[in-house]
């Protein structure tokens, strides 16, 4: 069978890094003085790893709320006789000042820094060190990065002294003192959101042999001071900058430029116009043009082609048959064109191999793809139309979709309009329509980044959106891998006195749907998470309301599922006021049959527990679970549990029976009648992992009523279900302990015969195991 798209193994190297970070002091260092994370002196490292290294734990410190930065990580690599480092790529507010100086020593070749609003003009002294050896910067969003903290100039740091101030820089002065002077080697350098106050002129006049530049939203008061790079840039950005008819004069004579962008956030904030004329001027200026973004803008006049006028055949990438007038003139199609938020991308004949838009689900995703990383204003509009594709049409690039639209969560975690509309995307992207079609590691993924999702934002469209998508997975087995945490996010959830009524419904839901079907140790360990007081508190809520809804069902079948032979947590019930509530909801939902078949499904996980039974044996509980043999509640299932609950308690022997009223003998009788009254092919409403329970009250003599109810369970589920029960009783031994059935002479003659009956069903059951006719 050929793997599913996107379930190639990670490489050795991603492993071993990932190993390598999450075991610093495993592998890497010690804790050298006063506790400092040190390299050990006998290791040395090139740059291919170095790099891999620090790229790699900035991505885990961004996008994995388990992985906990570590103070002086950077400091490892202040040495480069040691470590190596040529091209590392820093992003968020985690990067700081003394980070940068760590490495300072370091003959960096590309130093990309993204969005570190937490870098001062410190940060700037450090950059320095690099000027000999920097090919490209980038310092996009780095907002505060030429502001001095506390107003005063900050050297570099002479020591090796890790610094760990933590607060933001807070902006006093400009640092009107650096300049890119010596940086010789510097090719490409992104300077997008540079503060107004920033000279960009006087900045950038130091650097005659650049070929790239970024000045995404940035103030230019002399747009003619580009063109001393006119034979040379080869990429220019301009997104979000006011164009004028000036800077468009200066932009065509830059003969060399292979990507141009001009585009804009939306068309409303802009007054300049694009006319046709200006955009044939382009063209025809720009021969060497691959790339061109004009995403945003209004066109003034026509430019495209009459409908009827179109040349003939499917959508066509020749400019000769291009709809749009200016482009017909290009030598050849462009390999991306940005039309996105314009009326461009709806013609016929595009002369470009990738084009963003809106018209098509391609547009769409090329759009997410293009403008994630600095641009998530426009793709949390294209992941909304992405949303629309897969929530009313189809989306035919399922495996290019869900990764996108994963790359762009974890890239803006902290963007709430990417959280929304990419969690909402999510959801529909992996329902059951695309199921087949994913990987179990793509899968993992989307988990991760939901998971990502509900603890940054309480706010509730996301946690909606996050809870829903969950829903789409096998629950437990592909929520396995990360079970503890997705626990302890549904329970927060679920700890607000007044939480919204449809996330607190889908949480119940999920959180029920996790402890059913796992290990005990699991359990246990949600137990202690607060997991049994927490549903405790949402049954006495409802209680207070009067309402018995899918949440309190929920919240009694969760305790149903987590107490199964697991006593710590049937402990946790009973000190919890467990009790009392069931009494409660007993007698204001009189007629609940649902809530009745949980709440008794719970207590006979709690009577299977010998030392917590004496709690049960009260005049007043074992009047209600007498009372409840009658019900028809739900088929068998209440007074089928509420016989099973007796049937335990009365295991321990009259002995413990301390009460006058009701008598063990009228209780027995009573229990007597209840388990002849039921139908023994019923089917069941219940799912066993182990009969050890039930096993344990066959082979004895004190409560033969006990040992009936036990003969009957089981020939109820082995008659019903043959293909899950009889392997499982084989494996567990019942057939031995019902052969000491038939051996009592205390054993009641119609259990006797019960009990030849489940033994001949598993005995057939082996001889004939593929029998399709069962």
């Known amino acids: 069978m050929a793997a599913k798209a996107g379930d190639n193994p990670d490489s050795l190297m991603a492993l071993c890094t990932d190993f390598c970070l999450r075991n610093l002091r495993r592998t890497m260092c010690y804790l050298g003085d006063r506790n400092k994370l040190t390299l050990r002196p006998d290791v040395f490292l090139p740059s291919e790893i170095c790099d891999k290294l620090v790229n790699a734990y900035m991505e885990m410190v961004h996008t994995e709320s388990s992985f906990e930065q570590q103070d002086g990580f950077f400091q490892l690599f202040s040495d480069p006789r040691s470590t190596r480092l040529t091209r590392v790529q820093l992003r968020e507010d985690f990067v700081r000042d003394a980070d940068l100086e760590a490495i300072r020593k370091q003959d960096l070749i590309e130093l990309h820094l993204t969005y570190c609003n937490s870098l001062s003009a410190r940060s700037l002294r450090a950059l320095n060190s690099f000027c000999q050896t920097l090919v490209s ?10 502001y001095m903290r506390g107003g005063a100039p900050l050297a570099c740091a002479e020591s090796d002294e ?11 002065a400009l640092d009107s003192d650096f300049t890119f002077q010596g940086f010789n080697r510097l090719r490409l350098l992104n300077l997008g959101g540079l503060p107004e106050e920033v000279d960009v002129e006087a900045l950038l006049k130091p650097l005659p042999a650049l070929t790239s530049l970024d000045l995404s939203s940035v103030h230019i008061p002399r747009p003619s001071f580009l063109a001393q790079w006119k034979e040379r840039l080869a990429s220019l950005v301009l997104y979000n900058v006011d164009l004028t008819e000036e800077m468009l004069n200066t932009v065509v004579l830059m003969s060399q430029l292979r990507h141009l962008d001009i585009s804009r956030e939306n068309q409303r904030s802009s007054k300049f116009k694009m006319t046709r004329k200006m955009l044939t001027g382009i063209v025809r200026n720009l021969v060497h043009l691959v790339s061109l973004d004009i995403s945003g803008h209004i066109m003034l006049d026509n430019c495209t082609v009459p409908h009827l006028d179109e040349a003939m055949g499917r959508p066509s990438t020749e400019p000769c048959k291009s709809s749009i007038y200016p482009f017909q003139e290009l030598k050849r199609p462009l390999q991306f064109l940005g039309l996105y938020n314009t009326t461009l991308c709806n013609v016929t004949h595009i002369p470009a191999y990738k084009v963003t838009g809106s018209k098509n689900e391609d547009q769409v995703l090329n759009a997410i793809e293009a403008y994630t990383e ?21 989306c035919s690039q399922l495996l290019r979709a869900l990764q996108l639209v994963i790359a762009a969560l974890k890239c803006h975690k902290y963007d709430k309009s990417v959280q929304v509309t990419g969690s909402a995307a999510l959801f529909y992207l992996t329902n059951t329509d695309y199921r087949s079609d994913q990987s179990v590691r793509l899968r993992r993924q989307v988990i991760q980044v939901v998971l990502n999702g509900m603890e940054q934002y309480q706010e509730v469209t996301v946690q909606r959106n996050c809870c829903l998508t969950l829903c789409n ?6 929520l396995e891998f990360q079970y503890h945490r997705v626990n302890q996010l549904l329970l927060k959830i679920l700890e607000p006195a007044r939480q919204d009524e449809s996330i607190q419904r889908i949480a119940v839901h999920l959180c029920n749907a996790l402890v059913c079907q796992v290990d005990n140790d699991h359990k246990e360990a949600v137990g202690k998470m607060g997991f049994v007081k927490t549903m405790l508190n949402l049954i006495q809520k409802k209680l207070q309301d009067r309402v018995c809804d899918q949440v309190m069902e929920f919240s009694w079948s969760a305790l149903w599922n987590i107490t199964d032979e697991t006593p710590d947590n049937c402990q946790m019930f009973l000190n919890c006021r467990g009790m009392s509530l069931f009494l ?32 049960l044996l009260t005049p007043q509980f074992i009047t209600v679970f007498s009372n409840l043999l009658d019900s028809k509640a739900d088929g068998i299932e209440v007074s089928y549990n509420a016989c099973g609950v007796l049937s335990h308690i009365m295991f321990d022997g009259p002995d413990v029976w301390a009460m006058d009223e009701p008598r063990r003998d009228d209780v027995m009788e009573k229990m007597w009648d209840a388990i002849q009254s039921w139908d023994v092919s019923s089917r069941r409403n219940i799912n066993y992992r182990s009969f050890e329970p039930i096993l344990r009250l066959l082979p004895q003599s004190i409560a033969p009523v006990s040992q009936h109810w036990a003969t009957w369970a089981l020939f109820n589920l082995v008659s019903v279900y043959p293909n899950k029960y009889c392997p499982l009783l084989i494996k567990e031994g019942g057939m031995a302990l019902l052969d000491k059935v038939l051996e009592l002479e205390t054993s009641q003659q119609e259990t006797k015969d019960m009990a030849r009956k489940v033994m001949e069903q598993c005995e057939n059951f082996k001889e004939d195991p593929m029998d399709t006719n069962r």
């Open 162 to 172: 890790y610094d760990e101030v933590d607060e933001r820089p807070t902006r006093f």
């Open 374 to 394: 600095y641009r998530p204003e426009l793709a949390h509009r294209a992941i909304n139309q992405l949303f629309d594709i897969a929530r009313i049409q189809h």
């Open 584 to 615: 409660e909801c007993l007698q204001e939902f009189p007629d609940k049959q649902e809530l009745h078949r949980n709440m008794l499904g719970l207590l006979g996980n709690v009577a299977e527990v010998k030392a917590l039974r004496p709690q």
């Open 473 to 478: 997975f096998s629950i437990p087995e592909e």
């Open 137 to 146: 910067l980038s310092l996009f969003g780095c907002n505060n990065i030429f």
